[in-house]
């Protein structure tokens, strides 16, 4: 099966900052790759999917990159609500493996 | 508005079983792929089970054997039958819908269900 590894485990940033997360497929999956963000005792919300395309309703601050093996999720400028544990999943075929998750925090 | 409503947690001890639902509302639900996730206290999400719109299923290495999936297309329901509860099962489950239609490649989930919390415990 295909593992997913995300780094770092958790980070913590200034507000206004450029923010990424990466991670890494250990076989290619193309661009069958999708971003999650679970706010502290919510539900995850889809933030991408395709690798870079951004789910209706999020912020243009969020992007993703990548295709393959290698990936990468970036908020260009990090703000108090964007607070969260986020996961990269594999969707490409099952199992639908979920990264470890990225927790993020304020400085 | 699309919606999923877990039910049926709760507290069973090792060795036992629960069946848990999910009730679809806002959409089609003959026609899309659903899936069951979980979320163990303060860990990360694991997918646990997926059946396809034509009733083919797919199940975590971790469940396998011990808990089943269906759905009722006539009453907009998914369900996890699960037995041979552990411990290691203790966790919250969270139905969530594939994105789009079948036609469309891929497996990427939303929207997600609020979750029925499973604890088990002797």
């Known amino acids: 099966d295909i593992q997913m590894t995300q780094s770092p485990s958790s980070l913590s940033a200034f507000v206004g900052d450029r923010v990424t997360i990466t991670c890494r497929a250990s076989q290619g999956i193309s661009d069958y790759l999708a971003w999650y963000q679970q706010k502290p005792g919510k539900v995850p919300k889809l933030l991408i999917y395709a690798a870079s395309t951004l789910q209706s309703g999020v912020p243009s601050r969020f992007s993703g990159s990548g295709s393959g093996t290698d990936f990468t999720l970036t908020i260009s400028s990090l703000q108090p609500e964007d607070v969260a544990t986020y996961y990269c999943q594999k969707y490409n075929s099952a199992p639908w493996t979920f990264g470890q998750g990225t927790k993020v925090e304020i400085k | 508005e699309v919606q999923l409503l877990e039910s049926g947690g709760g507290l069973v001890q090792p060795g036992g079983s629960l069946r848990l639902s999910c009730t679809a509302s806002?959409?089609?639900?003959?026609?899309?792929?659903i899936n069951w996730v979980r979320q163990a206290p303060g860990k990360g999400l694991e997918w646990v089970s997926t059946i396809t719109e034509g009733y083919t299923t797919y199940y975590a290495d971790s469940v396998k054997g011990r808990f089943t999936i269906s759905r009722d297309n006539s009453k907009n329901t998914l369900y996890l039958q699960m037995n041979s509860l552990s411990v290691e099962d203790t966790a919250v489950y969270y139905c969530a819908r594939k994105a789009t239609v079948t036609t469309i490649p891929g497996n990427w989930f939303d929207p997600w269900g609020q979750g029925t919390l499973v604890t088990v415990s002797s």
């Open positions: 806002g959409f089609t639900f003959s026609n899309y792929v």
